[in-house]
């Protein structure tokens, strides 16, 4: 099998989201999703890529790091999220797309970057088997809801895979989103798996509204920020309301940040 991945970007930047908001991260962008959720704003990461042999993707990854070469060899280090065994080491990487596990090679880069001291994390929309990725990355994993138009292909079977030190998120654009995220927290018990992300669906530019994404299904009502933060709090809902720091930082469809 060849030790290829097609590769979007790899930048570095802070980490926007999850537990580890904030924090220095190496983002590597693989090509390729199987999904076309009506949010999407990573639009350009379907088809635009270039193949890197792990061992390039590797150098890249530790070239970027090396500025912090001296953070990552100390006794202790900034501790971040739910983590097992000790602090994380920075900076992160997270394996981001697209969709990573749609390139089987994804799970030996990830082992790989693993076992040379990475803290790594891994966005995944929840479509596909996550039983297989090591043990030691922190799994950031999608449900679904209504207003993606992709609910149908959440792989409910990846729940009893999660582990303390992966994490769940819910985007949320409509009020349907909402009610069903609060369905399936309740009806599945999610907070006593790992921690629950709750995302607002950032509205797309112009540019960034790729035709091939799916509509939002008729009758639905838009959700704002403010009205979405006052639900969490009045439903004491168990979960982290995030807003994507990188959006807020830079322009919401600027590229490599």
Same mark, same amino acid.
């Given at each position: 099998?060849?030790?290829?991945?097609?590769?979007?970007?790899?930048?570095?930047?802070?980490?926007?989201?999850?537990?580890?908001?904030? =924090?220095?991260?190496?983002?590597?962008? *693989?090509?390729?999703?199987?999904?076309?959720?009506?949010?999407?704003?990573?639009?350009?990461?379907?088809?635009?890529?270039?193949?890197?042999?792990?061992?390039?993707?590797?150098?890249?990854?530790?070239?970027?790091?090396?500025?912090?070469?001296?953070?990552?060899?100390?006794?202790?280090?900034?501790?971040?999220?739910?983590?097992?065994?000790?602090?994380?080491?920075?900076?992160?990487?997270? =394996?981001?797309?697209?969709?990573?596990?749609?390139?089987?090679?994804? *799970?030996?880069?990830?082992?790989? *970057?693993?076992?040379?001291?990475?803290?790594?994390?891994?966005?995944?929309?929840?479509?596909?088997?996550?039983?297989?990725?090591?043990? #030691?990355? #922190?799994?950031?994993?999608?449900?679904?809801?209504?207003?993606?138009?992709?609910?149908?292909?959440?792989?409910?079977?990846?729940?009893?895979?999660?582990?303390?030190?992966?994490?769940?998120?819910?985007?949320?654009?409509?009020?349907?989103?909402?009610?069903?995220?609060?369905?399936?927290?309740?009806?599945?018990?999610?907070?006593?798996?790992?921690?629950?992300?709750?995302?607002?669906?950032?509205? =797309?530019?112009?540019?960034?509204?790729?035709?091939?994404?799916?509509?939002?299904?008729?009758?639905?009502?838009?959700?704002?920020?403010?009205?979405?933060?006052?639900?969490?709090?009045?439903?004491?809902?168990?979960?982290?309301?995030?807003?994507?720091?990188?959006?807020?930082?830079?322009?919401?469809?600027? #590229?490599?940040?």
């Amino acid at each position: 099998m060849s030790d290829t991945l097609v590769i979007n970007e790899i930048y570095l930047s802070l980490q926007g989201e999850s537990t580890f908001a904030g =924090l220095p991260c190496i983002f590597v962008r *693989l090509t390729a999703c199987n999904l076309r959720c009506s949010y999407c704003d990573t639009a350009y990461a379907f088809t635009e890529g270039a193949k890197k042999t792990l061992a390039e993707v590797q150098m890249e990854v530790d070239r970027l790091a090396k500025p912090f070469e001296r953070m990552r060899s100390a006794p202790s280090a900034v501790r971040a999220g739910p983590v097992e065994g000790g602090p994380a080491k920075l900076p992160l990487v997270e =394996l981001t797309g697209g969709e990573p596990l749609l390139q089987k090679n994804s *799970l030996p880069l990830m082992k790989r *970057l693993c076992d040379d001291g990475f803290t790594v994390l891994l966005e995944t929309s929840g479509a596909l088997d996550i039983s297989s990725v090591d043990p #030691r990355v #922190r799994r950031i994993m999608d449900l679904k809801c209504p207003s993606s138009g992709e609910t149908a292909r959440n792989r409910w079977e990846n729940l009893p895979h999660l582990k303390s030190t992966d994490e769940i998120k819910f985007v949320i654009g409509t009020s349907e989103d909402y009610q069903w995220t609060k369905k399936q927290i309740a009806e599945h018990k999610l907070e006593t798996i790992c921690p629950l992300l709750i995302s607002w669906v950032h509205p =797309l530019a112009p540019e960034q509204q790729d035709k091939s994404l799916k509509k939002v299904p008729a009758g639905q009502t838009r959700i704002s920020l403010e009205a979405l933060a006052e639900n969490i709090i009045a439903d004491a809902l168990p979960v982290r309301f995030q807003v994507q720091l990188h959006k807020v930082i830079w322009a919401p469809n600027q #590229r490599g940040v």
